[in-house]
């Protein structure tokens, strides 16, 4: 079986499980509503109190933690090294929940592909439904081998994870938890 037919098939079944493990969040309809909580902002580089690295592989970061300080601003420079597209991407666990249907489309319209970002799909989608690929200041998403930054500036008092949304990443555990301290 070539690489590619292997990837495909690990990433079709990567999907049914993260359809049938994700079937109440879409029956719920709902993202929770109200304001959304606090999780920082983009952080000015010029004040960047230390770099973390971090590497993400098919099913797990390295780090699996992050212990922060509140008001800090970090350079996380994020790695690939996985066989799959991966995201890293800051948020509360409600919010990645919110998310991970958004990355589902994007799987339904081709513009995720198991092992790389179709830009050519992603511009049809923004295209047709005004919603395609997004660039945020908490989040990266990333091909198999490629390196990419953010610079995030994290609050005070807030409960935050980083994870993967790509259907079925964080249900096979790319999440990790960011303990924030005084």
Known sequence: MSRSNVLSAVFGAT????????????????????????????????????????????????????????????????KNAGEFVHEFNIATAAMHEAHRPEMMMMVEHGVLEPDRINQE????MQASMGHGMHKEGNSVLLEPGKSGEIVWTFPDDADLEFACNVPGHYETGMHGKVKLSH
């Open 121 to 124: 799909a992603a511009k049809a």
């Open 15 to 78: 999907l049914s499980l993260a359809l049938l493990a994700s079937a109440p969040v879409f029956a719920g309809g709902t993202h929770g509503g109200g304001h959304a909580p606090n999780i920082g902002k983009p952080g000015d580089p010029a004040k960047v109190s230390r770099t973390i690295e971090v590497v993400m592989y098919d099913n797990y970061y390295e780090p699996k933690s992050l212990d922060l300080k509140e008001g800090e601003t970090v350079r996380f420079v994020v």
